[in-house]
């Protein structure tokens, strides 16, 4: 079963830039849909960003022409460019298939924009 795991969550200044990475034990990207997720303390999981296994894009209207979302097949790793951050972009951020599956949750890792 493919695993993932997250990882590049920090502390950040607002404006400042992060690169998350999720990395996959199996060739999962180029077959699946795939997505990064957010979840803020006390609200619900959103989705962010999404690619499909064509590389086609999405990206939820807050983070549109801040963040990119990308894949790099040959290291199995997805990857989510976040730049000009802002407080209310505090998180943990996961990724997942799009839509999810339930048994690709993992650990996650925190975001956190603050001065």
């Known amino acids: 079963q493919v695993q993932l795991v997250e990882s590049g969550g920090g502390l950040v200044q607002p404006g400042g830039s992060l690169r998350l990475s999720c990395a996959a034990s199996g060739s999962i990207f180029s077959i699946y849909a795939m997505g990064w997720y957010r979840q803020a303390p006390g609200k619900q999981r959103e989705l962010v960003a999404s690619i499909t296994g064509g590389g086609s894009t999405n990206y939820a209207d807050s983070v549109k022409g801040r963040f990119t979302i990308s894949r790099d097949g040959a290291k199995n790793t997805m990857y989510l460019q976040m730049n000009s951050l802002k407080p209310e972009d505090t998180a943990v951020y996961y990724c997942?298939?799009?839509?999810?599956?339930?048994?690709?949750w993992g650990q996650g890792t925190q975001v956190t924009v603050s001065s």
């Open positions: 997942n298939r799009n839509p999810p599956v339930y048994y690709h």
